[in-house]
């Protein structure tokens, strides 16, 4: 079992900056904990993903945040951060850590970022 929890939520005006943190906990093996990632949903839109990053640190992410957002990992921590930059009103929806451990997605209870213009 996985639990998700995030971190660094917040109200931020345009062109400002937000990290994010999601520490996972649990009985489980660290080494298996494998991709990673974070996703949005704004109101009325699907949820989808923002960035991802593998256990060996490969990255991917949305085009709509390449060049602002930038994903990490601390294995030892169990932990990810997303760095958000020159944060813009549509950046604005409720955030969610995911982990895939052994074949199984877990997700966190989401975290509100808020940019206001």
């Known amino acids: 079992q996985v639990q998700l929890v995030e971190s660094g939520g917040g109200l931020v005006p345009a062109g400002g900056s937000l990290r994010l943190s999601c520490t996972a906990s649990?009985?489980?093996?660290?080494?298996?904990?494998?991709?990673m990632g974070w996703y949005r949903q704004a109101p009325g839109k699907q949820r989808e993903l923002v960035a991802s990053?593998?256990?060996?640190?490969?990255?991917n992410y949305a085009d709509s945040v390449k060049g602002r957002f930038t994903i990490s990992r601390d294995n030892a921590k169990n932990t990810i951060y997303l760095q958000m930059n020159s944060l813009k009103s549509e950046d604005t929806a409720v955030y969610y850590c995911?982990?895939?451990?052994?074949?199984?997605?877990?997700w966190g209870q989401g975290t509100q970022v808020t940019v206001s213009s």
């Open positions: 990053v593998t256990r060996t640190s490969t990255t």
């Open positions: 995911a982990a895939s451990y052994r074949g199984v997605d877990y």
């Open positions: 649990g009985g489980f093996f660290s080494a298996m904990l494998n991709t």
